[in-house]
């Protein structure tokens, strides 16, 4: 039997601006990965996002990223270990404030952006953020990127771990994700993006954007929320899924 965690990044309105549809995705996944406030969200949107998943049965976890509202904590930062650290405890113990208040426990925490790529390759970010997690919650499971080093810290630290798939992105020949500003670093169309997921689940195999065959690994397959055809796509993975005899369940 295959299964997989179905996680989506939400939470990334801030203010008067509305990001993605949260009210309507959160349907679909048994995850989110809730922003902090840093590279987006606020407290009234950390508290709409953890209320939904309480009444929806969706587990919760942190996604905290760089300080960086403006460029949606996609630029990277150069950062002692000891403020990469205190980032992501303050964001964590940030959101945590909230799961508390609804009676729910924080499940994960998933590195956002420049942050969660720096952890491909990365030790000190990485090591960093273990420390951050371990300090604060053994219990906490680490979202990595399949393939990063963080994932190889996190589990030599006796953390959980789950290694992250992502639906719509390339990759390169060693595995991290093509940049967004290269041509092919999103892949648009569905049919091709749903074959890849189950690919990835059942065979353990991807193609790279070079063409190269790649084996990855994948605990839970993040859908991003944002784009315009965001619901109806991942409607159409579940019905995949159900038909392949991949079940759909958090970790």
Partial sequence: MYTIDLNSDMGESFGAYKLGGDEKLIQYVTTANVACGWHAGDPVVMDTVVRMAKERGVMVGAHPGYPDLMG?????????????????????????????????????????????????????????????????????????????????????????????????????DDLSLVPRKMEGAMITDEEIAIARCIRMVKEGKVTSISGKELAIRGDTLCVHGDGPKALEFVEKIRTAFVQEGIEIKPL
């Fill in 72 to 172: 949606f904590g996609r630029r990277k930062m150069v950062l002692s270990f000891q403020e990469v650290k205190n980032y992501v405890r303050y964001q964590i113990g940030a959101l945590a404030a909230f799961t508390k208040s609804y009676g729910m426990r924080l499940n994960h925490v998933a590195p956002h952006g420049a942050m969660g790529n720096q952890c491909q390759y990365d030790e000190e970010i990485s090591t960093a953020i273990v420390e951050a997690v371990l300090e604060f919650d053994k219990e906490l499971i680490i979202y990595y990127c399949a393939g990063a080093v963080l994932g190889e810290i996190a589990e030599s630290r006796g953390l959980r771990t789950a290694s992250e798939i992502f639906a719509d992105r390339a990759y390169m």
